[in-house]
Nanobody, 125 residues
Framework: QVQLVESGGGLVQAGNSLRLSCATS????????MGWFRQAPGKEREFVAG????????RYADFLKGRFTVSRDNAKNMVYLQMNSLKPEDTAVYFC??????????????????WGQGTQVTVSS
């Protein structure tokens, strides 16, 4: 069982930045591809970004247009989501999740077996 804890959310004005963190006590984090998802009020949870176990492969949702960057530090058992140029439509609860292999990065939620509780991001206009 992999336990994931997100942090770094908060209230920011549009145009500003936030960095989300996902922490785990699991020393084998490198064997999991990691994903970031978000769920806005009244909407389904959607894929935001993912990264392979080594960090060598990343994948992003098309709607981001280069504003977000996913990274990881396996030595610290941490995964990050740097969010720049935030917009009100980025308001959501953001979740990190651990996938089924280290190599493949998928957008499908069914690929991810372990999920954190989420952190709220609110962007004001």
């Amino acid at each position: 069982q992999v336990q994931l804890v997100e942090s770094g959310g908060g209230l920011v004005q549009a145009g500003n930045s936030l960095r989300l963190s996902c922490a785990t006590s699991d020393d084998t984090l490198r064997v999991y591809a990691m994903g970031w998802f978000r769920q806005a009020p009244g909407k389904e949870r959607e894929f935001v970004a993912g990264i392979s176990g080594s960090g060598g492969t990343t994948r992003y949702a098309d709607f981001l247009k280069g504003r977000f960057t996913v990274s990881r530090d396996n030595a610290k058992n941490m995964v990050y989501l740097q969010m720049n140029s935030l917009k009100p439509e980025d308001t959501a609860v953001y979740f990190c999740a651990a996938g089924r292999s280290a190599v493949v990065v998928r957008a499908a939620q069914s690929y991810y077996d372990y999920w954190g509780q989420g952190t709220q991001v609110t962007v004001s206009s």
